[in-house]
């Protein structure tokens, strides 16, 4: 059985299946897509709740294994080489588990990074955008008098949905008839920007076809369905 305690995040949160992939998160948009993951590639793994509405990103047992603080992160029990491995930035875990896996990421050199592309584009473009326009939308930054903010972030966001609609428009996934990390990174933060964060109307989501019918077909997968539930929020 894997020894996982040289880890201190393993004396907040300890592992009842250390040999399995521990999984440190809650199901925000960049939470869900490892769970995601890990639902469609079938690796095992065990999913622990991190508050981060109380601050538990910050304690040190997490900082030691993240020091960003933030959610999701992972500690693979068996890495490369069989040793544990710590790892976190979603996009990173993304990578490390298509390769664990042999699953979601094309192994044709040009397809490949082509992929990694795409999800270099949620992480970079995707991620940030719609995540501050649901601040300034939806949450605290509504309040502001000045909606210059706002509406500086709708229009991004509304640039990249029209990107995103351009890419699927004769593809089923984003990499074609093939269903791939690159889609995994992407569909939690389209559902969040008409969920919760309300923006459907604001960005004139409804214009954008392409993005809604992929939507659609990721959220319908059995996998995903799961992996929007896990962890379970405090």
């Given at each position: 059985m894997a020894d996982l305690s040289a880890f201190p995040i393993t004396t907040r949160w300890p592992a009842q299946h250390p040999d399995r992939i521990q999984l440190y998160s809650l199901p925000t948009p960049n939470g869900v897509k490892v769970s995601i993951a890990l639902e469609e590639m079938g690796l095992a793994y065990e999913p622990h709740t991190i508050?981060?509405?109380?601050?538990?990103?910050?304690?040190?047992?997490?900082?030691?294994?993240?020091?960003?603080?933030?959610i999701p992160?992972?500690?693979?029990?068996?890495?490369?080489?069989?040793?544990?491995?710590?790892?976190?930035?979603?996009?990173?875990?993304?990578?490390?588990?298509?390769?664990?896996?042999g699953l979601f990421l094309p192994t044709d050199p040009a397809r490949r990074y082509e992929t990694i592309q795409w999800v270099m584009f949620q992480m970079g473009a995707i991620g940030p955008m719609f995540g501050q326009l649901g601040f300034f939308h939806k949450f605290a930054g509504k309040d502001y008098q000045d909606k210059r903010p706002r509406d500086r972030y709708?229009?991004?966001?509304?640039?990249?949905?029209?990107?995103?609609?351009?890419?699927?428009?004769?593809?089923?996934?984003?990499?074609?008839?093939?269903?791939?990390?690159?889609?995994?990174?992407?569909?939690?933060?389209?559902?969040?920007?008409?969920?919760m964060?309300?923006?459907?109307?604001?960005?004139?989501?409804?214009?954008?076809?392409?993005?809604?019918?992929?939507?659609?077909?990721?959220?319908?997968?059995?996998a995903v369905q799961r992996g929007l539930t896990i962890p379970a929020r405090p």
């Open positions: 508050n981060i509405g109380a601050n538990e990103t910050w304690t040190p047992e997490f900082l030691s294994l993240n020091p960003n603080g933030k992160a992972i500690l693979d029990p068996d890495g490369p080489g069989g040793q544990p491995l710590a790892l976190f930035e979603s996009g990173a875990i993304l990578l490390y588990l298509a390769e664990k896996s709708v229009a991004e966001v509304t640039r990249l949905l029209g990107v995103l609609d351009g890419r699927l428009a004769e593809r089923s996934w984003v990499m074609g008839e093939d269903y791939t990390i690159a889609d995994i990174a992407t569909l939690g933060w389209v559902r969040n920007l008409i969920g964060y309300e923006a459907r109307e604001i960005t004139g989501y409804d214009r954008f076809g392409a993005v809604d019918a992929w939507l659609q077909r990721g959220l319908a997968r059995p």
